[in-house]
């Protein structure tokens, strides 16, 4: 392989690396990756077969078809965190609820392993947020400084006027004694 070969592909490889880094910013990648993971022990466990010298024992259960089936979901449901970003926090519920069930239902949650991966992938993806683009401020921050504008706590009162009409308007909803709004708008 030529020096110039080694370049091109060097630089193809750092393409790829930016591009599947943006992927995985956009989505709860590491919630679906440890809730695909917490699915593989759930459903192997109840049908593998442990061998001690010429001894075999058999993990299997009353209730393997169930254990399949939770782990099939797990993996489905990270792989739901994966490309469809949107309904993470349903597949995060669901992934926590079915890790809870395959406690009971899957030889401890496949050892307790994958019960705890599905766990702690279930509660990233129900916890994962999109970044804000560069550009964008905070929600209550004047752009360009750190200082937020509202905190939501209520400021001093203004002073009123006689009889307690201060000829501003009351409150945030428009109303006011002086504009001849009182709260009740025409639907027409």
């Known amino acids: 392989m ?16 930016r591009s599947f880094r943006g992927w995985r910013g956009q989505r709860p990648f590491w919630g679906g990756l440890l809730t695909l993971l917490g699915g593989i022990p759930i459903m192997y466990f109840p049908y593998a077969n442990l061998t001690l010298g010429t001894m075999t024992i ?10 399949l089936i939770i ?13 469809q970003p949107h309904s993470r ?3 995060g519920v669901a992934a926590i609820l079915l890790a809870l069930v395959s406690l009971v ?8 392993i994958g019960f705890l991966l599905a766990l702690i992938g279930g509660a990233l993806g129900v916890s994962w947020a999109a970044a804000r683009p560069a550009g ?15 905190d939501g706590a209520p400021g001093p ?25 009182n709260g009740r708008h025409r639907a027409g």
Request: aromatic share 6%; no cysteine; net charge negative.
């Open 58 to 67: 058999r993990m299997a259960t009353t209730a393997g078809a169930g254990s």
């Open 136 to 150: 964008e401020p905070a929600k209550g921050a004047a752009p360009g400084s750190g200082d937020p504008v509202d």
């Open 71 to 83: 782990g099939v979901l797990l993996v489905v449901l990270g792989l739901t965190m994966w490309f």
């Open 2 to 17: 030529s020096a110039e070969a080694q370049v091109g592909l060097g630089d193809k490889l750092g393409r790829m690396r």
């Open 157 to 181: 009162p203004a002073p009123a006027a006689a009889g307690g009409v201060s000829g501003e308007q009351d409150d945030l909803s428009g109303t006011s004694p002086t504009n001849g709004t």
């Open 105 to 112: 239902v899957s030889n401890f949650g496949g050892f307790v």
């Open 89 to 91: 926090v349903f597949a």
